[in-house]
T-cell receptor, first 113, second 112 residues
Framework: NAGVTQTPKFQVLKTGQSMTLQCAQD?????MYWYRQDPGMGLRLIYY???????DKGEVPNGYNVSRLNKREFSLRLESAAPSQTSVYFC????????????FGPGTRLLVL | GENVEQHPSTLSVQEGDSAVIKCTYS??????FPWYKQELGKGPQLIID?????GEKKDQRIAVTLNKTAKHFSLHITETQPEDSAVYFC???????????FGTGTRLQVTL
């Protein structure tokens, strides 16, 4: 089992460019999450998908969109990147809702110039 | 929504000493409190969790205590080792939303 995988590992964008961060899990989990991690601010939830076919906003959804493509895959899209979106992005999954153990991917480091 | 505060932000201990990290939460309906360890360049990994029907839980050198009345919970690491050096996050869940709210993290350094 690979667990939770994320691509790419590192990306540099110019302001205004768009990109999609990919996440996949092979644990047959129902719930998936996207977080961003900034120095001194911990992990903040961007969007989550409690089950296939549903998505909900988290704490910091502005500037992002998500797609739960199927049970395995949950992508995060930046339509017009801004320097404030420079961060490390983590995808996570859990068997059911958030009161189950969340398993995190290795992260995507994004730099927006 | 839920708000989780975590202290201290950095903690340095000598190998063999104990380390304690404290968190407070705001939503009295929260009932699940996990702790995650994040090593450099990796994603966070669950090390222990506690639910509101339990006051204390131990797993070898790690223990977590919960005081629901005061709305705070703590992570205790005994006999610290260099491999315990990492960033630790507390989190809370339950109440009005089925999602985790994380604290801001504690960087623990265990020195020889």
């Amino acid at each position: 089992n690979a667990g939770v995988t994320q691509t790419p590992k590192f990306q540099v964008l110019k302001t205004g460019q768009s990109m999609t961060l990919q996440c996949a899990q092979d644990m047959n989990h129902n719930s998936m999450y996207w977080y961003r991690q900034d120095p001194g601010m911990g992990l903040r939830l961007i969007y989550y998908s409690a089950s296939e076919g549903t998505t909900d906003k988290g704490e910091v959804p502005n500037g992002y969109n998500v797609s739960r493509l199927n049970k395995r895959e949950f992508s995060l899209r930046l339509e017009s990147a801004a320097p404030s979106q420079t961060s490390v992005y983590f995808c996570a999954s859990s068997a059911l809702a958030a009161q189950e153990t969340q398993y995190f991917g290795p992260g995507t480091r994004l730099l927006v110039l | 929504g839920e708000n989780v505060e975590q202290h201290p932000s950095t903690l340095s201990v000598q190998e063999g000493d104990s380390a304690v990290i404290k968190c407070t939460y705001s939503d009295s309906a929260s009932n699940y409190f996990p702790w995650y360890k994040q090593e450099l360049g990796k994603g966070p990994q669950l090390i222990i969790d506690i639910r509101s029907n339990v006051g204390e839980k131990k797993d070898q050198r790690i223990a977590v205590t919960l005081n629901k009345t005061a709305k705070h919970f703590s992570l205790h690491i005994t006999e610290t080792q260099p491999e315990d050096s990492a960033v630790y996050f507390c989190a809370a869940s339950g109440g009005t939303a089925s999602k985790l709210t994380f604290g801001t993290g504690t960087r623990l350094q265990v020195t020889l």
